[in-house]
């Protein structure tokens, strides 16, 4: 009931703030432009003329997921195209507008951009992660058209170890301010203390003052309950010089404040306003929380004074078919599936994501470790024929580190730092790979490395020390605009940079699958902050972090299956995901569910065994799909994973396994039987004996229909997503695992096809169409509406199989 509350309340409150947007540069009025961009892919260095070849399209747009798959192509990027790609946009401004400021707002965009109005150069920026804004205002045309064109460079198309989209994809906005409003970023509210009976909001306002007379100016802060009362208020005066910027300070106390925690996410609303005699000339909306956060190099983490385990997973931006241009609403399906499972953080491996997903965290409570780069000043190995497979390739971003990377690190703190969920910055992953590319001296003695170090002592390769020295310019960076949350990095090389000032640059210090220094490196550095920033999903990674107190938690490696850093071909991607590329939960995403969640859960999945012929007993898999369908008598492993005491297995209501104890050394319960047609079911029980939880599964006959899981059954007009889950079931309804049918699409009303997902790494084939073959039986479709009120009439078919029509309200 109390999250019943707190949602309702949380749509009261967007309802009274009209003008707030998730995306924010924090002042002026602005207006997302995302329809009607004309797109071509060209490599002329400037705008091409050619009208014919210009393509309509809507952002955010990325056109490498639209290419085709291609074993030539580089599997690092997910066998996908790059290139030089051209958009522009006819924007026509008011006469109204003279004497005001209008700035364009870009999102993200992939990458290497250059960004012109009316044939003037704006600027370039090279990271296609970061948020970035122009002043249009110098070379506007008033009361006529004006050409704004975007170039985008992503030639260099191997140049990351994950796939990384191309174009502006993410959104973009347009911005009308007075010459004196609010700064870019420029309100920071933190909670400077908070506790149950009081908290203090520290509040920071930044304003800008582009005009030629000096500002007498007030600003105003008042902070709003999610229930939209105002619980806080100041009014404060300031002078700014004329084409200076000036900045105040004020705190707002709260009594008996409504805590943000990973249960309970309360939120409030921070407005901004200023006013020029008398006159409000800006005003902005910030979302924020009260929250308290304590590192402990003994005790690991609290929040808000309970210490607790930080039960994270690593993700990419990227959403299978429809590559990184991703709705927010794929991202609540998928992080609500991950809290589902007990996750309680995620960690932005290893780029600053879309605003939607920090957004979302602040809502539904989860922590973010917000990271910035995967290299610095140079490039890491990317793999062109399969994941550590062949000779790689040494594209990457780290040609701009130099230039721009202390530039990047400080917009990602500005643009991020009010979400309460985030809750560190990481300044880098992996960067201390051994010899790839630093190298020092104890790669030739010192062991205990658990990942490749590519040989030993390299003289001629980059010093080790250089770490140390970039790590703290970094941490600087940090520190300028955010000294409330601590500075971290996902270290690779734990020995080796032990040896460097790395590690002491560090707030607290993250150790990618080096779990075995845990406690050897507590014992020699016992004022380190130490936790898991990159793990393996076994029941050792885990026990490592669970029966270590100073070990506040772990992020697995991955949460979401994810395109690029691929296997020899056939191979989309990675798919050590918790969930699946459509954002189904996996097998071993039951498995971390019964090692992470409070709820009682079974589940119950299968896999034959070859007993006999040098058969040798491993392991029970964390991979077994809910799958019943074998040759009579063959045998058949089955598995339990559950958070139960003990647990025993039923087929056709009789008992074929005997209770087991839960096995803390696997974390996974298991019989060994021969197959029999009927219903499976697994029974978890308490240390009495009483049932707690119960999971089935069924043989079933052939394919037959084609039916509905799950669908919205209305959406926004105003390109509001539909997400249709579709599954192939026999003549009883009993979904049917083992099928892979081929599955058209057809829509009829204001809707249009964004793609079909059924999750199966290794289909290579056309993502562009209407067609799709299920995997496991299973498909998804995602729908949005194009604009217009409506019934979308949807119909899914199937050779041989009983079609099935479901429709959504487009309003």
């Known amino acids: 009931m109390k999250k019943e509350i707190n949602i309702l309340a949380l749509l009261v409150l967007a309802s009274l703030l009209p003008g707030y947007l998730l995306a924010n540069p924090m002042f002026g009025k602005k207006e997302l432009i995302a329809n009607d961009w004309k797109f071509i892919l060209d490599d002329s260095p400037a705008l091409p003329e050619e009208a014919a070849k210009w393509e309509t399209v809507n952002l955010p ?70 948020s970035f804004m122009y002043d249009l205002t110098p070379y506007l045309k008033y009361g006529a058209d004006n050409t704004l064109a975007v170039r985008v460079d992503h030639s260099r198309y191997a140049d990351s170890r994950w796939y990384t989209g191309s174009g502006i994809y993410r959104n973009v906005y347009l911005v009308e301010a007075d010459p004196v409003h609010i700064a870019q970023w420029g309100v920071y509210a933190y909670p400077k203390s908070a506790t149950k009976k009081q908290a203090v909001l520290q509040v920071e306002v930044e304003i800008e003052n582009g005009s030629d007379a000096n500002g007498n100016l007030t600003v105003s802060n008042e902070l709003l309950s999610m229930e939209g009362k105002t619980v806080a208020k100041n009014s404060r005066k300031i002078i700014v010089q004329a084409g200076q910027k000036g900045k105040m300070q004020i705190d707002l106390k709260v009594g008996n404040p409504q805590l943000w925690s990973i249960d309970t996410p309360n939120l409030y609303q921070l407005k901004t306003t200023l006013l020029k005699d008398g006159k409000v000339i800006d005003e902005t909306m910030t979302r924020t929380g009260l929250r308290a956060f304590t590192f402990d190099p003994d005790k690991g983490f609290a929040l808000n004074g309970e210490w607790m385990k930080v039960k994270g997973v690593c993700i990419h931006h990227d959403a299978g078919v429809l590559g990184a241009a991703v709705p927010a609403d794929i991202w609540r399906r998928r992080l609500s599936e991950l809290k589902k499972i007990g996750c309680n953080a995620v960690r932005t491996s290893h780029n600053p994501q879309a605003p939607d997903l920090y957004n979302l965290c602040d809502e539904l409570g989860l922590l973010v470790l917000n990271e910035a780069y995967d290299e610095w000043e140079f490039p890491k190995r990317k793999w062109i024929e399969g994941w ?19 530039k990047d690190l400080a917009d990602m703190v500005r643009r991020d730092r009010n979400h309460v969920s985030v809750f560190a910055w ?28 590519y040989g030993g002592y390299q003289k001629d390769a980059p010093d080790a020390m250089r770490l140390g020295v970039i790590a703290k310019k970094l941490a600087k960076v940090v520190k300028e605009y955010d000294k409330s949350r601590p500075v971290t990095a996902g270290l690779a090389g734990v020995a080796m940079s032990n040896e460097t000032e790395y590690p002491g640059a560090l707030d607290i210090a ?23 920033s990159e793990n393996r999903h076994d029941m050792e990674a885990w026990k490592a972090v669970r029966d270590r107190e100073h070990i506040f938690g772990q992020f697995l490696w991955t949460g979401i299956d994810y395109l690029g850093e691929s296997g020899r071909w056939p191979s989309r991607g990675f798919y050590s995901g918790l969930l699946d590329f459509g954002g189904n939960i996996k097998p071993r995403g039951y498995f971390r569910q019964s090692l992470w969640a409070d709820q009682p859960m079974a589940y119950i999945g299968t896999y034959p065994i070859h007993p006999g012929h040098g058969y ?42 005997t209770t087991k104890d839960y096995d803390d050394n696997t974390g996974i319960i298991y019989w060994d039987i021969p197959y029999e047609d009927g219903k499976l079911e697994v029974v978890g029980l308490d240390v009495d004996n009483r049932e707690i939880a119960r999971n089935a599964i069924h043989s079933s006959k052939r394919p037959y229909a084609l039916t509905v899981v799950s669908v919205e059954k209305e959406i926004s007009k105003d390109r509001g997503l539909a997400q249709v889950v579709l599954q192939v079931v026999d003549e009883d309804g009993i979904p049917v695992m083992i099928s892979d049918n081929e599955v058209a699409c057809h829509i009829v009303g204001p809707a249009k096809l964004l793609g079909l997902e059924a999750s199966n790494n290794s289909d290579m084939g056309d993502y562009t169409d209407s067609v799709q073959r299920v995997f496991h039986g299973h498909l998804l479709a995602y729908i949005q509406a194009t604009g217009e009120e409506g019934t979308i009439h949807l119909k899914f078919t199937s050779p041989w199989l009983k079609e099935v029509q479901t429709n959504i309200l487009a309003k």
């Open 61 to 130: 747009h990325d056109w490498s997921v639209e290419g085709q798959l291609s074993p030539n192509l580089a599997s690092c990027t997910g066998y996908l195209p790059g290139g030089i790609g051209w958009y522009k946009k006819n924007l026509k401004m008011s006469e109204a507008l003279r004497g005001k400021k209008v700035y364009i707002y870009f999102e993200g965009v992939y990458n290497r951009s250059e960004v012109y109005i009316n044939g003037h150069l704006l600027g370039k920026r090279p990271n296609g992660y970061i």
């Open 616 to 657: 040798v007993e491993r392991t029970p898999s964390m991979d077994a799909w809910p799958i019943w369908n074998y040759a009579q008598g063959q045998p058949v492993r089955v598995v339990c994973y559950t958070n139960a005491a003990k647990a025993r297995l039923e087929l056709n209501g009789k008992v074929v396994g």
């Open 426 to 453: 990481s300044i880098g992953n992996e960067v201390d790979y051994p010899n790839d590319p630093y190298s020092h001296p104890i790669l030739d003695g010192e062991g205990g490395f658990t990942q490749a170090i």
């Open 388 to 406: 550590n497979t062949g000779t790689p390739l040494f594209q990457g971003s780290y040609d701009f580190f130099e230039e721009w990377g202390e």
């Open 510 to 532: 993250g150790y990618n699958y080096t779990e075995s220094r845990y406690d050897s490196d507590h014992e020699k550095y016992p004022n380190r902050v130490i936790y898991g």
